[in-house]
């Protein structure tokens, strides 16, 4: 896993990004049947919304130019508000 700006880490399929609501990361998996990126490591923009479960935590959320979108069908305390994608020390662990 490699750093791409501030933002991402490069993974093998794809890439990962921090979401202070799960206090996890997130992964996307990018190219044919994945995700499409703007190529943006500072403002990306990841399509479609992406959907993640932990056991009951559920977060649904468009990330749209360096933001994460969280929707009103999210269970956590973040649903249905707006935050920038948080700057992720590479070192940090998940």
């Known amino acids: ?3 791409i700006g501030h933002k991402l880490r490069k993974t093998k399929g ?3 990004f921090f979401c202070p609501a799960c206090n996890t ?3 996307i998996s990018l190219g044919r049947n994945g995700w499409q990126w703007n190529n943006s490591e500072d403002k990306p923009t990841f399509t479609p919304s992406l959907y993640s479960v932990a056991g009951d935590l559920k977060c649904h959320c468009f990330v749209r130019d360096g933001r994460i979108e969280y929707l009103s069908d999210s269970t956590h305390e973040f649903r249905g508000k707006s935050v920038d994608i948080p700057d992720w020390s590479f070192h940090s662990e998940v």
């Open 1 to 3: 896993m490699s750093a």
């Open 14 to 16: 794809g890439l990962m």
């Open 25 to 27: 990361a997130h992964g």
